[in-house]
C-alpha cells in the first residue's frame, strides 16, 4: 500500500511539473510561419535591469575617460570618449547567451568590431580621439551579457564604466548583466 502511495504521488508530481512547465513555457515564443515548414523566435527586448535603462546623463564628446552602457527600447548600446584629443585606446568583448547583431556608431579609421562566427560574442577596439566611438547591438532573446573592458591595455577600473541613466558603476570588470524573468 506504501508503495503505491508513493508512485501515485510521483505520478502526480510528473504531471504537475509538466503542467506548470506549460505553463510558464520559454522566455521565447514560436510563432509558425503562413508555410508552416519554418518557426521564427520571437521576444521581448525588455525586461533586462531597471539600473541599465536609458542613455548615461553623462555621456557627451569629452566626457570622463570610459565605457558609457544602455539598454532602451532599441537594444543595447556602448560608448566610449575621453577629455583631450590624444589618442585613447579602447578595447572590450561582449558575450551574450544569444546571438547578436550590431551597427557600428560614430567609428572612425581604425577602429573595428568583430563578431564571433557563432554570433554570441562581440569584440571591439575604438581608437578615440576625444569624440565618441561606440556600437548598437541586439540580442536574439539572451538572458545574460558579459562585458569586459580595457583602456591602452590596462583592464578598466569599474569607476570608469557607467552603466544606464544614472551611470551606476559594476561591482567587478568583468561583469554580468542578466533578463529579469
Known amino acids: 500500500m506504501a508503495n503505491h502511495r508513493r508512485r501515485s504521488l510521483a505520478a502526480s508530481l510528473l504531471v504537475l511539473s509538466g503542467l506548470t512547465a506549460a505553463l510558464v513555457g520559454p522566455a521565447a515564443t514560436l510563432a509558425a510561419s503562413p508555410d508552416a515548414t519554418t518557426t521564427t523566435t520571437v521576444c521581448s527586448e525588455t525586461h533586462w535591469p531597471v539600473s541599465v535603462q536609458g542613455k548615461p546623463l553623462t555621456l557627451k564628446a569629452g566626457a570622463r575617460a570610459g565605457d558609457y552602457i544602455w539598454h532602451d527600447s532599441t537594444g543595447w548600446h556602448l560608448r566610449v570618449t575621453h577629455p583631450g584629443s590624444a589618442k585613447v585606446t579602447f578595447t572590450g568583448r561582449i558575450v551574450s547567451s544569444a ?41 536574439a532573446c539572451a538572458q545574460r551579457l558579459r562585458f569586459s573592458a580595457a583602456i591602452n591595455g590596462r583592464k578598466l577600473s569599474t569607476s570608469r564604466i557607467w552603466l544606464g541613466k544614472h551611470g551606476r558603476h559594476p561591482l567587478e570588470n568583468p561583469f554580468v548583466i542578466i533578463k529579469i524573468a
Request: hydrophobic letters at 30%.
Open 99 to 139: 546571438p547578436m547583431t550590431f551597427k557600428p556608431a560614430r567609428l572612425e579609421r581604425g577602429d573595428t568590431i568583430t563578431l564571433s562566427a557563432d554570433k554570441k560574442t562581440l569584440t571591439y577596439k575604438f581608437y578615440n580621439y576625444g569624440k565618441v566611438d561606440g556600437v548598437d547591438f541586439k540580442t
